[in-house]
């Protein structure tokens, strides 16, 4: 298995100096050994799905096989619908969403993103999917992970109790996962 994790940082200002910086330290803290990819997405104010898919497909090239991806809030739901349409899909390891909203029926309006209604499906294949969600996530609903269980049928959720949008700086969870199939 590789060693190579690219996270997708989330949208607005500030987010990845501010935020997401330390949802990456805390994945640095567990994970030593892992090359820890943390791009700058263009206009992270506000997020384009078609630029920000753009740079994730470039993003993707420099994977090795069996690299792992973590996207982070509206970095996620970019993530996931990048992958899916993506034609050359890289061979990753897992593909984590960090309180993701869902774009599509019962989730945000956009007139950006254009889900496809068999996301699952159009996922490069064998590739475990985890949802985390904190249940004290005021941005974006913890409803929203079911909404992505119902639209990728083999995804894993993972509610977390008193976690907020940032999972309070702590992928603590994600780290123990990916150390636990090192160890395999």
Do not use: C
Request: hydrophobic residues 40%; aromatic residues 8%.
């Amino acid at each position: 298995m590789g060693s190579q994790l690219l996270f997708v940082q989330g949208g607005g200002a500030g987010t990845h100096d501010e935020w997401d910086d330390k949802l990456v330290d805390s994945l640095r803290r567990e994970l030593p050994n892992f090359e820890i990819r943390y791009p700058r997405m263009p206009n992270e104010d506000e997020p384009a799905f078609a630029s920000w898919k753009t740079a994730l497909e470039k993003e993707f090239a420099k994977l090795d096989d069996g690299a792992i991806v973590v996207g982070d809030s509206i970095g996620g739901t970019i993530l996931i619908n990048a992958l899916a349409q993506t034609p050359k899909k890289p061979r990753l390891r897992a593909i984590f969403l960090v309180a993701a909203p869902f774009v599509g029926e019962g989730g945000w309006p956009s007139e950006d993103i254009d889900p496809a209604p068999d996301l699952g499906a159009r996922l490069p294949k064998n590739v475990p999917v985890h949802i985390y969600h904190g249940l004290a996530d005021e941005t974006a609903p913890p409803s929203h992970a079911e909404l992505y269980a119902r639209s990728i049928p083999q995804a894993n959720v993972h509610l977390l109790p008193h976690r907020d949008h940032q999972l309070n700086n702590d992928l603590s969870e994600i780290a123990a996962m990916i150390k636990s199939w090192k160890a395999t």
